[in-house]
């Protein structure tokens, strides 16, 4: 049970570049989630989706675009990467809105992206 | 939205129990409380949730007080796997998604 996926998991982009991170969930969870976790700080919301065909901007969401490509994935791209994209990328997924009781967030191990 | 209030570090030693607390004064009637933990270089984990008075499981046990203006995660006798950082959230079920704070970073040494 693979739970939440993402890759790469490693990623070193010069500005300006673009790219996607994947993530992906087998646990038939209706939302997802892309974080990001700049060092020794907490985790901010980027962009979120709370099922399948929406998307809805979190607190952090200048610089990045989501696709909720069908039920299972959930990609975030960079499209001109800068130096404050620096950071950890985390996705995650839950059974239903994480607001509700019993529907946990449940997260990848996370993209660890350097921008030069 | 209920602001919390944690300890950013803390130390302890090897077989103690530990206890986080966390402050949210302005909790509101139908908001409830859940922590997370994160290892290093992991994704963060659920550990526990509740609404009032004592949750227990497998991992932690939660205090929250009648007037639910703050809440203590209690871990017993840690180990050295246990060091990692633990996020205190209020959620509010009217909104869709969880907003995560600091956390505490708990060290626990031999």
Sequence with gaps: NAGVTQTPKFQVLKTGQSMTLQCAQDMNHNSMYWYRQDPGMGLRLIYYSASEGTTDKGEVPNGYNVSRLNKREFSLRLESAAPSQTSVYFCASSPSIPTVPNSPLHFGNGTRLTVT | ?????????????????????????????????????????????????????????????????????????????????DTAVYYCLVVNTGRRALTFGSGTRLQVQP
Aim: aromatic share 10%; glycine share 4%; proline share 6%.
């Design chain 2, 1 to 81: 939205l209920a602001k919390t209030t944690q300890p950013i570090s803390m130390d302890s030693y090897e077989g103690q129990e530990v206890n986080i607390t966390c402050s949210h004064n302005n909790i509101a009637t139908n908001d409830y409380i859940t922590w997370y933990q994160q290892f290093p270089s992991q994704g963060p984990r659920f550990i526990i949730q509740g609404y009032k008075t004592k949750v227990t499981n497998e991992v932690a046990s939660l205090f929250i007080p009648a007037d639910r203006k703050s809440s203590t995660l209690s871990l017993p006798r840690v180990s050295l796997s």
